[in-house]
């Protein structure tokens, strides 16, 4: 199994930014995909942004498109998501997650992944 630590969560202004980071340990060779999932205040976890372990292609959700970018350093095991120009319906805790094997399942559903992290709190005032 594939362990998810996540940080860098926190408060800010509107219009600022923040970069999350999700540590990965144990069995990280099995990893095939990884993502980011958000659950703002009485809403349900949404899909966000997510990578392809191997051959790095991203998916966005629109209305984070152009804000928000994902990159994985596969040497530090490592998954990041550059947030920019933040707004307050950004606030939300933020997860990653891990796929580590292949099913049927899209990318962009949270049933596609078998791993999950504890979350971090990012807040944005306006």
């Known amino acids: 199994q594939v362990q998810l630590v996540e940080s860098g969560g926190g408060l800010v202004q509107a219009g600022g930014s923040l970069r999350l980071s999700c540590a990965t340990s144990g069995r990280t060779f099995n990893i095939v995909d990884m993502g980011w999932f958000r659950q703002g205040p009485g809403k349900e976890r949404e899909f966000v942004s997510a990578?392809?372990?191997?051959?790095?292609?991203?998916y966005y959700a629109d209305s984070v498109k152009g804000r928000f970018t994902i990159s994985r350093d596969n040497a530090k095991n490592t998954l990041y998501l550059q947030m920019n120009s933040l707004k307050p319906e950004d606030t939300a805790v933020y997860y990653c997650a891990a796929r580590q094997r292949v099913t049927p399942s899209e990318i962009e559903t949270m049933s596609a992944y078998d791993a999950w992290g504890q979350g971090t709190q990012v807040t944005v005032s306006s």
């Open positions: 990578i392809r372990w191997i051959g790095g292609s991203t």
